[in-house]
């Protein structure tokens, strides 16, 4: 059996369009991997949070990972569609102002530090946060540099 080395968390909401593109994108990449590369897919978990990262803080604390990654819509200086690597310094500096919802990710951050796993933050620059249930086209076609992004990150 290989040892999961990684862990993604898929953030957002469901309802507001952009928002969801962690959700998404998460699910995307373990049916993709599990197609295409079943060697790495065997290296990762990936689990949907939605709203409630904390939740699944200390499942992921107590799941001997060494790398955590956490994809979500989140605000930065870019163009809709873009796709930037956050490292837990980026987070935590920042008090975390670049999210779209109210919860402190700096707390899950710190929390999963304490283990001695590395944390990182892959966010996509959403372009429509209202309600709906579909992701923008920009958004959509922000897949292919996600899954580059997310596959460097896997241990």
Known sequence: MVEKTTAFLGLGNP???????????????????????????????????GSDPLSFAFKIANGNYKRVVLVDAC?????PGDVKIFSS???LSQ?????????????????????NVEVFLIGILPKIIEETDQLSDV???AYSSFKKKALSLIL
């Open 89 to 91: 310094n980026d987070v």
């Open 15 to 49: 309802l507001k369009g952009d928002d969801a593109a962690g959700i998404h994108f998460v699910k995307k990449l373990k049916n993709d991997l599990e197609k295409e590369n079943k060697d790495v897919f065997e290296k990762a978990d990936f689990f949907i949070a």
């Open 95 to 115: 008090n975390f102002a670049m999210t779209t919802h109210n919860y402190d990710l700096g707390i899950f951050f710190k929390t999963l530090e304490k283990s």
């Open 75 to 79: 605000i930065f200086e870019g163009e």
């Open 139 to 141: 958004v959509k076609n």
